[in-house]
């Protein structure tokens, strides 16, 4: 059974920056679509950002500029460096695999608060 587990949020002032990590087992990186995706109280879950399997990228509006998704296929592991927080990127964070981009698999979350 495939397996996410989130590490690196914490608590930052805007403008500060986090790394998040996911290192993933029961799957590989190299040949899985992983993401990050956000839930902020009261809101909606959405997508940050996703990377796919040959390593191409997409990011939301409200993030492009400033985050940068990767990946290590040898570690196994997805990454999240996140520089210019603002208050509006505090949530839980998930990171989510699947092989068709369609987000079978779900780690638990890591929280992000950003202070103004």
């Known amino acids: 059974q495939a397996q996410l587990v989130e590490s690196g949020g914490g608590s930052v002032q805007a403008g500060g920056s986090l790394r998040l990590s996911c290192e993933a087992s029961?799957?590989?990186?190299?040949?899985?679509?992983m993401a990050w995706f956000r839930q902020a109280p009261g809101k909606q879950r959405e997508i940050v950002a996703r990377?796919?399997?040959?390593?191409?990228?997409i990011y939301a509006n409200s993030v492009r500029g400033r985050f940068t998704i990767s990946k290590d296929n040898a570690k196994n592991t997805l990454y999240l460096q996140m520089n210019s927080l603002k208050a509006e990127d505090t949530g839980m964070y998930y990171c989510?695999?699947?092989?068709?981009?369609?987000?079978?698999?779900w780690g638990q979350g890591t929280q992000v608060t950003v202070s103004s």
């Open positions: 029961g799957l590989s990186a190299r040949t899985y679509c």
């Open positions: 989510a695999a699947d092989q068709f981009c369609t987000w079978q698999y």
């Open positions: 990377i796919e399997a040959d390593g191409i990228t």
